[in-house]
C-alpha cells in the first residue's frame, strides 16, 4: 500500500475511500494511486461486512487528472506504443473491475475532477456533485497530445450520447454541475458538506448499481451508430477535425476514432480499442511536445521559475501608463480587472479618455454575455483615470511606458515621469523593437529600468516578454514578475537585443513569407503553406495587420541603428514598394497585401500578381512549410547562442503564446530537438545553398550538432 487513499468502514457497513496524496496540493492519478485502489475495492469487494463503497476526497478537488509530469518523459525514455498502450490498459483493468466487483460504488464529487479524475467517477455506479465549490467536469487530455486513457472515450458517449461525448472529449469543453445533471454525467447535485452523505444514502438504499453498458440491450443514448444524428456527428466531426488540426495533432483524430470503433463493438473491446491508441499518443513526441510546453514549462513560468530569490513577495497597488493607445489601454484594463488603480495618461484628455472607453467596450461585451455585472464593471472603470498631467503619476509603484516607437519620444516622458514617480518606483518600457539597455540610458535609475512586451490584444494573449537591461537589478526583475502574476499572465525572461527575442524570430515569419511573394510564390500558397504547418495567419495577412509602414519604419530604423543600407533584402524591397510606390500600407490603411471592402470579406490583392509576377514553376507545400518553420527555429537557436534566451522553455513558452508557432511543435527549439539537431542543421545547410545565407549555421549550432546536443537534457 502507498498511503495514498484513506480506507474507513463505518457502523452501517459503508467502506468510506478518501483519497488524500500525502505532500500533494492536489491529487493527481498516479501509478500507486490506481494500485491503493484496486487494492482497497477489492478489499470492500471481499468483506462480507461491507455494503457498498463511498469515494471522495480529503483535498478541495476531487482529483484533478493524471501526473502530468511523469508521462511527459516517456517519449524521452523510449517507451514504446505497445508499453504505453498497457499503461492505459492497466487502468482500464483496475476502474472495470471496480465497477464489476459485486458492490455498489458511489461517488462523492466534492470538487473539480479532470481527466483521470472524471474517468474515475465515470466508473463509479452513482455520482453526486457539489454545486457550491465552482467544480468542473472535464476531459483536457486532448489539449496536451492525448486522450482520455482510462475509459473515457467509451463511457462517455454510452452515458451521455456521441454529439455530448465529442463536445467533451474532442472539444475539451468543460461542464459546470447544472451542465454535468441535466447532460447525465451525474445523478444528483448537493452541497459539498452533504455530498458524503448522499453517496452514503445511495449505498443504502442498494439502487440498481448495474453500469448501463452492462445491461442486456443497452443503446447508446441519442441513438446508435446508423441513426442520421450519430452519423451526422461523426461526418461533420471528420471536416472539423480536418480544417481545425490541418492534421498536425494526432490527439483529436485518435480520440474520435477510439470513440467510433469502441462504440461499434463491445465494452470491454471498446477499452483495449482505447488503450492502442492512447498509447500510439503517448509514444509519440507531438504529446511530448505538448505536455513539456503547454503544462509542464508554462506552470513552472506561471509559478515565476525565473524570480530571483531572496526578495520580498510585492504587488502593484497604483500604476501609471504613458499612452493610451490599443497597448496602454489593454494594460489599463487588465490592471484593473484585479483591483490595481490605473493612472492612464496621454497626450490629450480626448486620448485618454478614448482609452479608457476601450475598457467600456470590453466590459459591455462581458455583461452581453453574462460574465459581468454592472456592478463589477462600474468598480472597475472606477479604477482606471485618464489624464493628461504628470502629477497624477505621484505614488505609482510601477510605471508602463507605451508611446510610439521612437527613442527620442520614450526618453522624453522617462524624464517627465522620473521627476514625480517615488524612487522606488519600476519603470517598464513596452517596446517591442528598441534595446532596453539604450531607453534606459534615459533614466536616472537604469537599475530599475526594464522591458515588459506585451502582445496585442492585451485581454486576449497570455504572454508578457521581460526584457532585462545591462543594468536591470534583481528587485526590478521581481517585483515585474510578480506584477505579472498579478495581473495572471505568463512571463519569460531575455536579455537585451534589438527586437528581443519575440519579436525579432517573428519578424523571419513575416519576412521569409514575403520573401517567397519577391520570388515568384503565388500569394494564396503563401498564406495556406502556413496556415497548413500549423500557424494561425498567413505572413502577408500578418503583416497587413500591423501594418506595412511599421515594417517599413521598423527596417528602415534598425538600418540606420546597424549603419547598413535599406533596403537591404528581398523582403525589405517588396515592404518598400507597397509604402512607397503603391501606397498600400495594410489593414488600418484600407489596402496592403490584401484589399479590405466595406461590408465585404478580406481578399488578397489581384494586383499582387502584376506587381511581383508569379513563376510557372511553384515549389510543394511541405517545403514552403518547411522554409517558414526552419527560419523561426534557427533564429531562436541564434538566440539561445547569443544569451539572449537563456532556458529552452521560455524560447518555447514565448514562441507558442506569444506569437503562434504551432504548439503540436512544442516550440521552435522542441521543433530542433524533434526534428533532431543533425537533421536540422542539414536541412539549414541545403537551404542556404537553394534560398541564401539567412538559413546558414553558425559554428556553435554546428557544432552542437556534430555532439548530438539537444536544447533539452
Not at 462523492?108 to 467544480?135: F, K, P, Q, W
Not at 463536445?167 to 447532460?183: F, I, K, S, Y
Not at 537553394?690 to 538559413?695: A, E, I, V
Request: include cysteine.
Amino acid at each position: 500500500m502507498n498511503n495514498t487513499i484513506q480506507y474507513v468502514v463505518d457502523q452501517d457497513g459503508i467502506a468510506l475511500l478518501t483519497i488524500d496524496l500525502p505532500g500533494m496540493p492536489m491529487n493527481v492519478l498516479t501509478p500507486e494511486l490506481m494500485e491503493d485502489l484496486s487494492v482497497l475495492t477489492q478489499r470492500a469487494a471481499a468483506d462480507e461486512a461491507v455494503k457498498g463503497i463511498v469515494i471522495t476526497s480529503g483535498k478541495k478537488a476531487f482529483i484533478a487528472g493524471a501526473d502530468i509530469k511523469d508521462m511527459v518523459t516517456a517519449y524521452d525514455r523510449g517507451v514504446s506504443p505497445k508499453e504505453a498502450a498497457e499503461f492505459s490498459y492497466g487502468l482500464n483493468k483496475t476502474l472495470r473491475g471496480m465497477e464489476t466487483c459485486g458492490k455498489p460504488v458511489a461517488a462523492a464529487i466534492n470538487g473539480l475532477a479532470l481527466g483521470g479524475g472524471l474517468e474515475v467517477c465515470l466508473a463509479c455506479h452513482y455520482r453526486v456533485l457539489a454545486n457550491d465549490t465552482g467544480a468542473v467536469l472535464g476531459f483536457p487530455e486532448v489539449n496536451i497530445g492525448l486522450l482520455p486513457g482510462a475509459g473515457g472515450t467509451q463511457r462517455t458517449p454510452r452515458l451521455v450520447g456521441f454529439r455530448n461525448a465529442a463536445t467533451m472529449v474532442l472539444q475539451c469543453r468543460n461542464q459546470r454541475p447544472e451542465q454535468a445533471l441535466e447532460m447525465g454525467l451525474v445523478h444528483e447535485l448537493a452541497p459539498v458538506a452533504e455530498v458524503v452523505e448522499r453517496a452514503r444514502r445511495w449505498v443504502l438504499e442498494k439502487g440498481e448499481f448495474e453500469q448501463p453498458w452492462d445491461k442486456k440491450g443497452f443503446k447508446v443514448p441519442g441513438g446508435g451508430m446508423m441513426h442520421p444524428g450519430t452519423v451526422q456527428t461523426f461526418m461533420v466531426g471528420n471536416a472539423l477535425l480536418s480544417k481545425n488540426t490541418k492534421h498536425n495533432y494526432p490527439a483529436p483524430i485518435a480520440a474520435q476514432s477510439a470513440i467510433f470503433e469502441g462504440c461499434t463493438t463491445s465494452f470491454d473491446a471498446g477499452l483495449k480499442i482505447e488503450s492502442q491508441y492512447f498509447g500510439s499518443l503517448l509514444a509519440g513526441p507531438v504529446a511530448r511536445n505538448m505536455m513539456r510546453s503547454l503544462f509542464v514549462n508554462k506552470g513552472k513560468a506561471d509559478k515565476l521559475a525565473r524570480r530571483p530569490e531572496g526578495i520580498e513577495k510585492s504587488k502593484v497597488r497604483k500604476l501609471g501608463i504613458l499612452g493610451a493607445g490599443m497597448m496602454g489601454a489593454g494594460i489599463a484594463y487588465v490592471s484593473a480587472k484585479v483591483g490595481i488603480e490605473v493612472i492612464l495618461l496621454d497626450t490629450s484628455q480626448e486620448n485618454a479618455e478614448r482609452g479608457k472607453a476601450y475598457s467600456e467596450g470590453l466590459l459591455k461585451k462581458a455583461m452581453e454575455r453574462g460574465r459581468s455585472t454592472e456592478e463589477k464593471a462600474a468598480a472597475l472603470l472606477g479604477l482606471i483615470t485618464p489624464t493628461t498631467s504628470y502629477h497624477d503619476l505621484q505614488g505609482c509603484d510601477l510605471i508602463i511606458e507605451a508611446v510610439f516607437e521612437s527613442k527620442a519620444l520614450k526618453a522624453d516622458v522617462t524624464a517627465k515621469t522620473e521627476a514625480v514617480v517615488p524612487e522606488t518606483c519600476i519603470f517598464a518600457s513596452n517596446t517591442s523593437t528598441l534595446p532596453i539597455t539604450g531607453l534606459a540610458e534615459a533614466s536616472e535609475r537604469p537599475e530599475q529600468f526594464i522591458g515588459l512586451h506585451f502582445f496585442s490584444p492585451v485581454d486576449k494573449m497570455p504572454l508578457v516578454e521581460i526584457i532585462l537591461g545591462e543594468k536591470t537589478n534583481d528587485e526590478a526583475i521581481a517585483r515585474s514578475l510578480d506584477y505579472i502574476q498579478q495581473i495572471r499572465k505568463t512571463p519569460i525572461v531575455v536579455n537585451d537585443s534589438r527586437g528581443f527575442y519575440t519579436s525579432r524570430v517573428f519578424s523571419t515569419f513575416t519576412a521569409e513569407g514575403i520573401t517567397m511573394l519577391a520570388e515568384g510564390v503565388k500569394p494564396a500558397l503563401i498564406e495556406n503553406a502556413a496556415k497548413m504547418a500549423g500557424m494561425p495567419v498567413g505572413p502577408l495577412a500578418v503583416t497587413d495587420e500591423v501594418t506595412l509602414e511599421l515594417a517599413y519604419k521598423i527596417g528602415k530604423e534598425t538600418a540606420a541603428a546597424l549603419g547598413q543600407e535599406f533596403p537591404a533584402d528581398a523582403s525589405q524591397r517588396v515592404i518598400q514598394k507597397m509604402v512607397e510606390d503603391l501606397e498600400r500600407k495594410g489593414k488600418r490603411f484600407g489596402k496592403g497585401f490584401y484589399d479590405y471592402p466595406e461590408g465585404a470579406t478580406k481578399h488578397l490583392w489581384p494586383g499582387l500578381a502584376e506587381q511581383f509576377p508569379v513563376s510557372a514553376e511553384q515549389p510543394g507545400l511541405k517545403e514552403l512549410q518547411k522554409r517558414l518553420l526552419t527560419i523561426q527555429a534557427l533564429e531562436t537557436a541564434r538566440c539561445v547562442e547569443e544569451g539572449v534566451v537563456t532556458h529552452p522553455e521560455d524560447g518555447d513558452i514565448g514562441s507558442i503564446f506569444g506569437w503562434g508557432f504551432p504548439p503540436y511543435t512544442g516550440g521552435t527549439l522542441s521543433y530542433i530537438d524533434t526534428v533532431g539537431i543533425r537533421e536540422f542543421v542539414a536541412e539549414c545547410d541545403r537551404m542556404t545553398e537553394t534560398y541564401g545565407k539567412r538559413f546558414m549555421v553558425s559554428p556553435w549550432l554546428r557544432e552542437r550538432a556534430g555532439n548530438n546536443q539537444p536544447f533539452y537534457g
